[in-house]
């Protein structure tokens, strides 16, 4: 664990953040009961967040779960009806200025401004950052190299295509390169190419950041993200990391193979007493031999495949499906597991 300082003035006073990753005494991002409601319906309720240095944490959930009202309320544009949001220590609605100078946020959909060339939307963004002088003209080159945006510099925004407006908006957030960053989705619309660069972008940054981010797509998690919240219907539902989350799954510990020819080998295996129960998908045409709650089968199913003289082609143990958590959590009828040892 590693101690650092996020130094940040504020009128004549320095303050000086200590922050510490993984499990930080004091977070850099930080929720307490934060909520949000529109009349009677709460779009977020008492939600406790804390994100520290070093951290990606993915914010998941459905649509209209409420991850967007969260981002906005901790972003300062969306005022809370209940609770906190401090980024770098400070309050998100008491110290606005102190808080957006610490904070990266990426909102959904398209820049403002969309009459403005590339370069000129980033040149007045540098400029409403208080990036002037030379070293501002520099952080954009800097940016517009990163997120290649050198093809449509001269373009209109409002004439881009989806996922130059992406960038173009990515390029902005970070321009004067926070230590807190909130990411809306940050690859909606962006090509695989250009989504890798992005990955490579976020990881590259995160450790000496906190960051959230929020998305639909699992893979990017599995690919950016150490910590994942799950929201549902305005509620924190569960938040840990993906192998923690992944070992609620019911594949946990289950084992999965391809093989031709094998309904003789599939009844054999669901009459192990270990075995819960064995299913096939009917796309891949995969086996999965579920385990009993706590049982290691996975030397038992080998050996009856050996013993079958069954010729397996791929045969792997599961870690979990975040995917399968997902979908159990977000139906929220069916009740999780509790973590495995
Ligand atoms: P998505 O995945 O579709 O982007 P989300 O998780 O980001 O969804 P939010 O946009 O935060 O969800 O919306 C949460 C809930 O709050 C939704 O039911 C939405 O309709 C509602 N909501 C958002 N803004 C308002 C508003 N201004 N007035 C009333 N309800 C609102």
Not at 110 to 126: K, R
Not at 232 to 259: C, I, K, M, N, W
């Amino acid at each position: 664990m590693r101690a650092f300082s996020c130094v940040l003035e504020e009128g004549d006073a320095l303050l000086e953040f200590a922050g510490f990753g993984g499990s930080g005494l004091q977070a850099m991002i930080q929720t307490e009961n934060l909520g949000k409601r529109y009349g009677r319906f709460a779009a977020v309720a008492a939600l406790d967040l804390r994100v520290a240095r070093g951290d990606v944490l993915a914010l998941l959930g459905p649509n209209g779960a409420g991850k967007t009202t969260s981002m906005r309320m901790i972003a300062g544009f969306l005022r809370p009806s209940t609770g906190h949001a401090r980024v770098c220590g400070h309050d998100v609605v008491r110290e606005p200025l102190a808080a957006r100078r610490a904070l990266g946020y990426l909102p959904e959909g398209a820049p403002s401004y969309g009459e403005l060339s590339v370069a000129e939307f980033l040149a007045f963004a540098a400029r409403v950052r208080g990036l002037t002088d030379i070293s501002g003209a520099r952080r954009v080159d800097d940016m517009v190299e990163r997120l290649q945006l050198q093809p449509v510099l001269a373009q209109g925004i409002d004439t881009l295509s989806k996922g130059f407006r992406r960038r173009v908006c990515l390029a902005q957030a970070l321009l004067h390169d926070p230590p807190a960053l909130i990411l809306d989705e940050p690859t909606d619309g962006l090509d695989p190419n250009q989504q890798r660069e992005v990955h490579a972008l976020i990881r590259g940054m995160a450790h000496d950041r906190a960051i959230i981010v929020s998305t639909h797509s699992l893979d990017e998690v599995r690919a950016i993200c150490n910590r994942v919240a799950i929201l549902a219907d305005g509620q924190l539902r569960v938040e840990g990391t993906p192998a923690e989350l992944e070992s609620r799954s019911r594949y946990h510990r289950a084992v999965s193979f391809r093989a031709p020819a094998s309904a003789l080998a599939r009844e054999l295996l669901a009459r192990l007493p270990e075995v819960e129960t064995v299913e096939v998908d009917p796309v891949s045409s995969w086996v999965t031999v579920f385990p009993r709650a706590g049982q290691d089968i996975f030397h038992a199913v080998v050996a009856l495949l050996e013993a079958q003289r069954v010729r397996v082609e791929e045969l792997r143990l599961e870690h979990g499906r975040l995917d399968d958590v997902f979908r159990q959590i977000t139906r929220a009828a069916e009740p999780l597991p509790a973590v495995a040892a």
